[in-house]
């Protein structure tokens, strides 16, 4: 094998290996989306995030819009806080709301933001102010079973 | 041109070494006058100082004892065989010389320097003055030939490698294979690989040449190729061989002094006409290759009678 | 006798004993060629040679394995999900399981069956024949210059192939589910784009065949190393190398996944 031959081999080897990571990071995962895009943070709290995790999507009207950064509980208040990146493109409304969503019945939990109507928008660090839960099945089961109790004893 | 220039030198060089009668290649070492060194006379630095002092050295690998109580001295310049049957601790006594194993008692002194003592550094520092040839060849199956002689100038040296070409080349002519050397080491014959292998091991002009079984597995032909070149290129080099090696009369025509190594002692040692006409009985088997006598035909065994059930009382 | 000896508890012992020492030794031997790198680093043609025979000689194995491990998904993971109504998420199903685990695991089960036995095959001859001793006795240090180039070349080659084997997967996903039976192909990959986390999933990957890379290396060339310098000997080292490799990969792929979720 002459030497020229090998080194054009190992070098289509090693290209090849590279461009097929690249071609997994850009086409195959969401590196391309917002990922790498600069953002600003906000704070939400939340009396039960269900089972909303780090780096899960934040979405306005379908739109992927920024990502969970961190999770933190709070001892004094015993509530969640959760801190999202946003995309420095976006802005949001003082009074918009933040909700804990679930893509179909059982998918991934996210956060969706709905804007508010106020003129005056959300600067980084900012607390969203209406927030509201994740839906957890035990207890919608449980408000259920109550509220079917109490119709069968208005029957009686 | 000047591959040629040099090559010829080589050629010259290699067959102008002066020779007295008494190293002859193809002549047995019969003169007398010869000594039984004849090679010192013609040896340059400190000709009074052994380059090989072996002092009352054992081995032994966990129990079991390999060598027992070896004591050795090879002047400069001579070539020496250690012979004697399979398994008698002539390998180990040769790698003792080259460090791979170190004694459990006694020294071993090569050049001036206790192998006893050197580290690892120490030892790759000696062993780029030594060359050794393999019993079969061990040449790298991965490179040609032109790389296999090449692998120790480009390892060790900075060489450009303009001159490691002429140099290998050189080296390649002085064992007739120049014309070989783009050839892997699977397509050459056992003769020739042993050639190749010989070149690999003078390629840095060592000062001492050990070769273990160097003989073995060749045909008569390339048995005296290879018998030819370890003289004329010692001659050449000026090194001092060791020939480790049970192809009696191959080396006793090669060498000047023989030692004789019998279940990891040294039971004689002398000159190869004294071993021709000893009465030893050890020593007689051994080289006249007899197939009884001290080392005996039969395995311990117990009687005879007794495995084939011919005892008296057999109807057991 | 013989089976009785190999049954006995004092067998066993000695067994178990041998392979702690032997545990032993491979960390030595590993813990060697790593600090002997610096001949690999200062004459990298040394590696790149090396890259040839286990990335380059890998590459056709590795390309068509992808590729039909992918279809297979393709066809498997249609079946499945169309009974939920949910064909759209097979680019999901396809990438997911090659990025995470099918990639990385399949590329290195490979990768020890086909550049791992001929590494040990290598070594092992190159022992068998003296020329790990000739190249001692020639004062250069046979795991420096031997041993330290391949171990390297492995320990690159394998991300490289398990990206290629995960990337010709999903391309062979793609075939059959798109191309083949018809799925849309802006769902397939949409849904698969937002399922698919760089760091979370594909960094994982990576990291994963690199480990298995190491270790694949690191027992092909130990067993080749460590082979008795006979024809049965080498051959024994080169099943031993398939049989330990495939065991350590699974074994790591375990241990590894576990560790991912749970650092989730």
Redesign the interface.
Known sequence: MQRSTLDLWVGLFVVGGIGALLVLAMKVGNMSGIGVSESYPLVAQFDNIGGLKPRAPVKSAGVVVGRVAAIQFDNEKFIARVTLNIDKHYTFPKDSSASILTSGLLGEQYIGLEGGGDTVNLNPGDRIRQTQSAVVLEKLIGQFLYSKAAEGGDKK | MLLQRMARFWHIAVRRAPRSDCDSTIQPLKSPACGVFPRIARTFAVPDKNIIEIKDVSFAYGKRPILTGINMSIPRGATVAIMGISGSGKTTLLRLIAGVMKANQGEVWVDGQRVNDLDGAGIYRLRRRLGMMFQFGALFTDLSVFDNVAFQMREHTDLPPAMIRDLVMMKLHAVGLRGAHRMMPAELSGGMARRVALARAIALDPMLMLYDEPFTGLDPIAMGVIRNLITELNSALGATSIVVTHDVQEALEVVDYVYYLSKGKMVAHGTPDEFRQTTDPLVRQFVYGEIDGPEAFHYHARPLAEDLRLSAGGDN | MAIHKGLSLRGIGAKAIDSVLRLGYAARFIARTAASSGTSLRRPRLV??E??FT??LS?IIILVSGLFVGMVLGFQGYHTLQTYGSESALGVLV?LSL?RELGPVVAALLFASRAGSAMTA?IG??KA???L?????????PIA?VVAPRFWAGVI?M???A??F???G?FGGYLVGVVLIGVDEGSF?SQ???A???????MNG?IKSVVFGFAVTWISLFEGYDAPPTAEGVSGATTRTVVTSSLAILALDFLLTAFMFRG?
């Open positions: 790149i040679r890259l040839y990335g380059v590459l990438a990025v290598e001859l190159m024949t003296e020329q001793s000739a190249m001692e006795m020639m004062a250069v240090d210059r080659s991300p490289l192939l990206a290629m995960s990337a010709m999903i990959w698969m784009q937002s698919v986390d760089f760091r979370e999933d594909i990576v989730v």
